[in-house]
């Protein structure tokens, strides 16, 4: 493995377009566009893994299936840029870091709730069944994260529209006449 951010120039040992800043704990992420000299500043962020999302969302946009992302397995998840203008392409990457981070805040703030209530319930989970079999169904049900839990769930983007193939047929079914039913 290669030395810390300070030892390379600042950049991540594990990321893809994104360094630290010099004397700060913020990360930046900036990626070059494909046979031209020009870069595209893609924000500074709080944490190296904000930026190499950021990274990921640019780098689909501008370079496709042929990218090399830092996190191959959420592209599925990441926003498409309207166009392929440098000011779209910021603004997507800039709401996919965003909705992680919120994610992760919101997972953090979650588990802390968690672990405090975990104890609570731990201590009183005699105390929430009485003779008449009375439960608390908001400890067992965990409802005050019920409206937390929502919205990570709307964090997440719709999944990307699948690329053209030509194993798919124009009417968007793979291989041509292998229908479920065929009729005569």
Request: proline fraction near 8%; charged fraction near 20%; charge should be negative.
């Amino acid at each position: 493995m290669q030395g810390t951010s300070k030892d390379n120039g600042g950049r991540h040992p594990l990321y893809r377009g994104v360094r630290q800043r010099k004397n700060s704990n913020k990360w930046v992420s900036e990626i070059r566009e494909p046979r031209k000299p020009n870069r595209i500043w893609l924000g500074t962020f709080s944490t190296p893994e904000m930026a190499a999302i950021a990274y990921d969302v640019a780098a689909l946009a501008l370079k496709g299936s042929q990218a090399e992302l830092n996190f191959p397995n959420s592209v599925s998840s990441l926003p498409a840029p309207t166009s392929m203008s440098p000011a779209d392409i910021q603004a997507a990457a800039a709401s996919a870091a965003a909705a992680f981070g919120a994610a992760r805040d919101a997972i953090v703030m979650a588990n802390n709730n968690s672990q405090t209530s975990g104890v609570a319930c731990m201590n009183s989970s005699y105390d929430n069944t009485n003779m008449n079999g009375f439960m608390d169904e908001d400890l067992v049900f965990d409802m005050p994260n019920v409206l937390m839990n929502m919205a990570e769930g709307m964090l997440l983007s719709p999944p990307r529209p699948p690329v053209f193939d030509a194993a798919y047929d124009a009417d968007g079914f793979p291989g041509g006449e292998d229908y479920l039913w065929n009729f005569p």
